[in-house]
T-cell receptor, first 110, second 115 residues
């Protein structure tokens, strides 16, 4: 079962920052938070992951709260091509599984 | 230079047939996976293999049999296809075993339609 809670959908204006929240209140100390997205029916695309510290790469930033019970994915300048379903996933530490929930459908509008 | 490639992209077949989906990764990863995405868009893990060894089998019917000839390939054979097998099947790979700090990289899927 998915261990995360995300809003069903969000809108964002093109060029603005998209902030996607995720709750993972039962996360264990050594479990990672992963973010993926799925554009239309393509394969899930890896975005970023983190354990405790905030992380940034060329696609996005990941902000994890100090108690690790929630996180936010930030797309700094959303484009129309960022329209997708975004999945926040807590990766189980003793298996290889990624368990996907229902995700957030982000719609970027002009 | 696709990292994880699946063939075919589309597969339409009749109930009762046997079909295979092939997956190859050129990332040098040790672990490969099969995921199924049904019509409600839920993505569920089916199998994972590490260096040709079965690691995860998520109570998938015996009609589904993964085959890993080497660590770069993980094929999925499905016997006696049923209507409920219609879905998009995604292959993925990652580095290492139980390496939860290593992202999975997914292929673009095989859309299976059983009529």
């Amino acid at each position: 079962d998915a261990k995360t809670t995300q809003p069903t959908s969000m809108d964002c204006a093109e060029g603005r920052a998209a902030n996607l929240p995720c709750n993972h209140s039962t996360i264990s100390g050594n479990e990672y938070v992963y973010w993926y997205r799925q554009i239309h029916s393509q394969g899930p695309q890896y975005i970023i992951h983190g354990l405790k510290n905030n992380e940034t790469n060329e696609m996005a930033s990941l902000i994890i709260t100090e108690d690790r019970k929630s996180s936010t994915l930030i797309l700094p300048h959303a484009t129309l091509r960022d329209t997708a379903v975004y999945y926040c996933i807590v990766r189980t530490y003793n298996t290889d599984k990624l368990i996907f929930g229902t995700g957030t459908r982000l719609q970027v509008f002009p | 230079d696709t990292a994880v490639s699946q063939t075919p992209k589309y597969l339409v077949t009749q109930m009762g047939n046997d079909k295979s989906i092939k997956c190859e990764q050129n990332l040098g990863h040790d672990t490969m996976y099969w995921y199924k995405q049904d019509s409600k868009k839920f993505l569920k893990i089916m199998f994972s293999y590490n260096n040709k060894e079965l690691i995860i089998n998520e109570t998938v019917p015996n009609r589904f049999s993964p085959k890993s000839p080497d660590k770069a390939h993980l094929n999925l054979h499905i016997n006696s296809l049923e209507l409920g097998d219609s879905a998009v099947y995604f292959c993925a790979s990652s580095q290492g075993k139980s390496s939860y700090n290593s992202p999975l990289h997914f292929g673009n899927g095989t859309r299976l339609t059983v009529t």
